[in-house]
């Protein structure tokens, strides 16, 4: 599935002089660790004809070829739960996202700086099995303009696991020992798509002048018409960069709570709601958590809360910190979409005991993780209640008597207002 990238997308800038791009030596990096990269937010204006990433179409030596979709998507990928790139084609189409950088790059310091990628197939959008979208460099080597695809349904991701997994997200890594495949012949090195790991291209291609441009998410011409496959992509890395696509918008989250607890009474009432706009991510597997923060002798058996007709578990964190996660079991693994509205009503008392003190509770959007964790989104509100103890009810009056009053000195005293009758 790798493709050819013509020469004319070479910018201004992008053709470095001899001295910049000279040969480097290839140093070991056994031992060396990669410095963390550096997080860069493509947002929706980011990808088109005025960049930094552009298209298929947004190359004029394109013009022959037919794009498919290339846009910024609500989908989430693991991590940032922000969004992702869309690459999906059908009926003969290619489509890509291209980032060039503003000079030749030596190949092996780009591996040595760690290259990786994370990759979705959407079996239900697509008919074509064992593809997903390849991490392609357009390079100069020897003299020669090609390009080098790294392609996934030949590889394996970080987990081990060997090809394409479709419906799961995919993190793939472009090792030294990784295999390449060039598009063009490279005299002495490689015969046109020719395979050979990654380290065989950075130790070839080090003449004056040659280097990577820069870096492409791809998605191929097919090999039928009636092919289709649907992808996604996300947290590029590549030359120190982490390049993480994202949405603009971002839900908002609101909790309300009964204002006063009496400790020992009935149980007050609060409410979670997660609000996405229009511009938000697709937020898959919603549930929320909550937390109680009071005085330093609450401990999880002082409260009692519910959702959704069940009790929520709560444990103490060692700051004393009250926690306990809320699914929304109506709705088995709910989704926020782009202007939706989630979240859902709970109950909260204080049993009979309970310290009296000011309690702030917290809720936070979670998503569902693996085996079935919950996520923190960052995506969080406050509030606050007071747990207060009941007045003590006041000890009843001894009974009037009724009748003679025996004064103990020869009689019985008359009843008051019946003297003198």
Known sequence: MSTHVS????????????????????????????????ASVVHPSDLGPKGPWIRLQDDPSNSSKTPGTQAVSPKVAPDSYNGSLHLAVRNGQQSQAARYFPAKKPLQGLVSKGISY???VDASASNTTGYGPNLQFPTTCKGVFTTLSFEPGAANDDTGHHGVKPNTWQRFKV???????????????????????????????????????????????????SAT???????????????????????????????????????????????????????????SVLTFKGPKTLKAQHLRVTAYGRTVHLTRRADGTLIGSIVNTRRAGANLAPSGTGGGAFTVSAVKGAPAGRVRVGTELTLTGAAGKPVATGIRAAAATQIVTPKPKPKPKPPRPIGPVDTGIGGAAPLPGLAGR
């Open 7 to 38: 020469p004319a997308r070479r910018r201004t800038g992008q053709v470095c002089a001899a001295a910049v791009c000279a040969a480097t030596v290839l140093t070991s990096t056994v031992g060396m660790a990669a410095a963390a990269p550096t």
């Open 118 to 120: 994370r990759s979705f």
């Open 175 to 225: 090792t030294g020992s990784a295999q390449l495949r060039t598009s063009r012949a490279i005299p002495g090195v490689a015969a046109a798509s020719q395979d050979l790991p990654m380290s065989d291209f950075a130790a070839a291609c080090t003449d004056a002048g040659d280097g990577a441009l820069g870096v492409i998410a791809n998605v191929g011409v097919l090999g039928s018409p």
């Open 229 to 287: 496959l649907d992808t996604y992509v996300d947290d590029i890395t590549v030359d120190g960069t982490r390049y993480d696509f994202a949405v603009t918008g971002k839900a908002r989250a609101q909790l309300t709570v009964t204002h006063t607890l009496t400790a020992g009474a009935k149980a007050g009432s609060g409410r979670s709601t997660f609000t996405n706009p229009a511009t938000g991510p697709a937020y898959p597997g919603t549930g």
